[in-house]
């Protein structure tokens, strides 16, 4: 059995084994997936200690437009409840200042405020109206009682704003005077697109997450695969970005692994088409004794995993990175045998070769100077752009991975 078949024929191993474990012990979590199609997402960490009476003013683009926006707040890694007492979405004007007249308050079960218990995330009720694609979405949060971790995403690359008190009414930014290079319990945003609207959630790491773009420009790969989306002919049009700075496929550190997380991050999200997973390098380059062979096995579990979901798997090579400190002919080969299995294999719906656009033609081991964003592992804002302009548009507008 090959191919496709192989794949189904794991993707039914998977699911009775699932099965099998969760008769025998706690039932793992299931999302109830909502209607609608993601426009942007984050994936959620734990992140240092949260601070009662503090509001947060969350500037957040979107992907694809639509009616009747809808918020996902998380509590993912608090240890206590945390109740939100006011949450509002406008648009941006400049800074934390909003568009007069855009500001309005979300609510949830028709509640104006909630209460989101440890571990769990909470979908706010649609927003009347229609919210732009490609725009800048301000959420404005305020929490009295927060205690204990906080759950955010600590690399933002876009700048949002802080006050005490509770301040997301105005639309003033006067009250909104501190910075934050992070995002704090938002984790999601979908709308109403038209039928048949899908999306892509790219599952990765620093690279993916932006690192050595350029901040508040929207610049990372994603961003830029989001605008072709926007103006292709596809009808996939939304756009999740899930990476994580740090992260690893196999091992839990910076943020869960990505076979940790998975469930969590990408299959939750409504409107998933295709998977994108781009990640790899932070398992190779730490030289804990990942081989080809596990990293390869961590691939195919997420493969089956998105296909007994009944989602595509786009999947990129691991890109060059011999000049950064980690670098060694070890975790070469193990990149260039991880990289033969990813174009070769047969695995993925489609494949993205990340390698070949960012490689040096002299050097093959090392990132184009052109692309390098200066520490040899991280594509600059050219690097982005090449890597968005040489995925197949066409390829992510899966129906149907397997026969």
């Known amino acids: 059995m090959t191919g496709r078949l192989a794949r189904a024929g794991r993707a039914a191993v998977v699911l009775l084994l699932a099965s099998a474990c969760q008769s025998a012990s706690t039932p793992a979590k299931v999302f109830d997936v909502p209607a609608g199609t993601v426009t942007w997402a984050a994936s959620a960490d734990r992140f240092g200690e949260a601070a009662a009476d503090r509001g947060y003013r969350l500037v957040v683009h979107t992907s694809v437009g639509g009616r009747d926006p809808r918020i996902r707040l998380s509590n993912a890694f608090g240890d206590r409840p945390v109740t939100f007492g006011s949450v509002y979405a406008g648009l941006q004007k400049e800074g934390a200042e909003l568009v007069r007249g855009s500001n309005r308050r979300l609510t949830f079960g028709r509640a104006r405020s909630v209460t989101v218990p440890a571990g769990e995330t909470v979908l706010s009720d649609p927003l009347p109206g229609r919210l732009p694609a490609e725009s800048n979405l ?99 049009k939304g756009v999740a970005n899930e990476g994580i700075a740090g992260n690893k496929v196999l091992a839990d550190g ?68 011999k000049g950064w400190s980690e670098w060694d002919p070890d975790a070469e080969a193990v990149r260039r045998d991880v990289n033969d299995f990813i174009r070769t294999s047969g695995e993925f719906d489609t494949v993205t070769d990340f390698d070949r656009i960012l490689r040096s033609p002299s050097d093959p081991e090392r990132i184009h100077s052109a692309f390098d964003g200066g520490d040899h592992l991280h594509p600059n804002d050219k690097g982005m752009q090449a890597m968005a302009d040489a995925v197949d548009l066409r390829s992510l507008d899966c129906a149907d991975p397997l026969p």
């Not at 709308?191 to 508040?216: C, F, I, K, M, P």
């Not at 990505?258 to 999200?269: C, G, T, W, Y």
């Open 138 to 236: 301000v959420v404005s949060i305020h929490t009295s009682d927060a205690a204990g971790p906080a759950t955010g995403h600590w690399m933002a690359m876009q700048t949002s704003y802080a006050t005490r008190g509770d301040h997301t009414v105005e639309e003033s930014a006067a009250n909104w005077t501190q910075t934050s290079g992070s995002w704090f319990y938002l984790d999601a945003v979908s709308v109403r697109a038209g039928a048949g609207t899908g999306a892509v959630v790219a599952l990765g790491d620093s690279v993916t997450d932006g690192w050595q773009s350029t901040r508040d420009r929207n610049r990372r790969w994603p961003d830029h695969l989001a605008r072709r989306l926007q103006r292709a002919d596809t009808s996939v």
């Open 254 to 321: 910076a943020g869960h692994s990505a076979l940790n997380r998975l469930d969590r991050d990408v299959l939750s999200q409504p409107g998933l088409r295709t998977v994108f997973l781009f990640e790899g390098v932070n398992d190779i380059k730490a030289h804990t004794g990942v081989t080809a062979d596990d990293l390869i096995e961590g691939y195919r579990e997420i493969v089956d995993r998105v296909h007994a979901a009944g989602k595509c798997v786009a999947a990129a090579t691991v890109g060059p990175f």
